[in-house]
Nanobody, 116 residues
Framework: QVQLVESGGGLVQAGGSLRLSCAAS????????MAWYRQAPGKQRELVAGITRGSIPNYAASVRGRFTISRDNAKNTVYLQMNSLKAEDTAFYYCNVQQGISQTYWGQGTQVTVSS
């Protein structure tokens, strides 16, 4: 089992910044992909950004250029730096780890609210 604990959500004005953190613990494989997803009310959960152990990132088109994902392998922690936030970024943000053949784990989520 892997446990994920997110932090850093909150309320921010449009144009502002927030930094999310997610610390993983438990049976963590050396090779995994860590990611952030989000889900807004009435919408499906969507991938925001993911990053491999070798720190190769990928981003949703809607956040590319504004968000930066990074990770600290020594701490088993993934970060999401969110700049130039927009009202449409308002959602519950979830940390995700995928490892092995089919293991996937989710954090409890953290609310991000952007006021316009």
């Amino acid at each position: 089992q892997v446990q994920l604990v997110e932090s850093g959500g909150g309320l921010v004005q449009a144009g502002g910044s927030l930094r999310l953190s997610c610390a993983a613990s438990g049976n963590i494989f050396r090779n995994n992909v860590m990611a952030w997803y989000r889900q807004a009310p009435g919408k499906q959960r969507e991938l925001v950004a993911g990053i491999t152990r070798g720190s190769i990132p990928n981003y949703a088109a809607s956040v590319r250029g504004r968000f930066t994902i990074s990770r600290d392998n020594a701490k088993n922690t993934v970060y999401l730096q969110m700049n130039s936030l927009k009202a449409e970024d308002t959602a519950f943000y979830y940390c995700n780890v995928q490892q092995g053949i089919s293991q996937t784990y989710w954090g409890q989520g953290t609310q991000v609210t952007v006021s316009s």
